[in-house]
């Protein structure tokens, strides 16, 4: 992660980039669940990652400090990532930069990514890991812009039971 730029794009006056609070938990969760659902590229495997990305959601609201960070539009929060500060966790990214479908194609995936290698950074990772597909717009349009190195992952989360 010593390769990023040394400063993100300049936010317009009414978008923030903030840590998530206690209280937010649920609306970030809808954030995250919403981009998730209104992508295509995700549909045939949604299900099967569910019950992985809540325990790990789970994990990120149970920490004294929420490692979660939050893009605001206003006081709307538009996009999430939650993140995995542990040195051998298989995913620092725990979502990877979630932005509601009416924000995207603006740059805040991109400026979330950043605040987030930062954050992680800061807390003294050298790498940063994110599970994703290859054929997602965050893999082939947001990640890339930052050296990213796709690997085969052996990820399998549990398949959710009805």
């Known amino acids: 992660m ?3 730029p040394a400063e993100a794009s300049a936010l317009p006056a009414h978008y923030h980039i903030r840590l998530a609070t206690r209280e937010e938990e649920k609306t970030v969760r809808a954030v995250i669940w919403s981009s998730f659902a209104l992508d295509m590229n995700w549909s045939d495997t949604l ?3 569910q019950e992985w990305l809540n325990e790990r959601l789970d994990e990120v609201f149970a920490n004294k400090v929420i490692p979660c960070l939050v893009f605001t539009h206003g006081s709307r929060i538009i996009a999430a990532s939650p993140l995995d500060m542990s040195p ?3 995913c620092h990214l725990v979502s990877g930069p979630s932005v509601l479908n009416e924000y995207r194609s603006r740059g805040i995936g991109t400026d979330l990514l950043f605040a987030s290698l ?3 950074r800061d807390a003294g990772l050298e790498e940063a890991r994110a599970i994703t ?3 997602v717009p965050v893999a082939k349009f947001v990640y890339t812009k930052f050296n990213s190195v796709s690997e085969p992952s052996e990820f399998e989360p549990l ?3 009805s």
């Open 133 to 135: 597909k290859s054929n």
């Open 159 to 161: 398949l959710v039971r």
């Open 88 to 90: 051998d966790a298989e």
């Open 47 to 49: 299900k099967t990652m």
């Open 118 to 120: 930062n954050a992680l």
């Open 2 to 4: 010593t390769r990023l």
